[in-house]
Each structure stands twice: as structure tokens, then as C-alpha cells.
């Protein structure tokens, strides 16, 4: 949206790195982002007040952390090496 490679490289790498985060650590039984959060962000991207945008997007983050297992892990240690191959980097 921003036509600006260094922000599109930054949102690339943000992206990656929290959906690993939820995979590992969100709580069974919690639903992930509802779609209709993805689309009021984008659309409130599109000309809508900074604070409105920055309101819609901590809603988001919220309701993504709360879905989080982050106190006490209820599983041995991932080792993110072995998942995704040796070679990865």
C-alpha cells in the first residue's frame, strides 16, 4: 500500500516472524484473526485519521496477544532449526 520498498521489507519480515509466534504459542481452541480485522485495517489505512488507524490496529494486537499462551510453556522447547531444516536462515 505504501509503494515504499524499505516499509514493505520491514511488513514482510513483521509478518513472517508473527505468524511463527502464533503458531507456536497460541492457546487450542482460539480462533485466529477474524477477516473482518484485516479488512477494516486496510480500509482505515486508505485515509482514515492516524489515531483512528493506530486505535483499530492496538484492537488487533490485543485481541492477537490475548489469544497467546506467553506465561508458561506447556511443551519442551521448539527448535525452530529442526522444523524448518538446516540450511534455513
Known sequence: LSSNAVVTD???????????IVALYQRAGTADCAPEEHGELVEALGGRPARVVARIMDH?????EASLRLSAPEHAAVDLRAVLGADAR
Open 60 to 64: 488487533h494486537l490485543r485481541h492477537v
Open 10 to 20: 520491514i511488513i514482510r519480515g513483521l509478518v513472517a516472524r508473527s505468524s511463527l
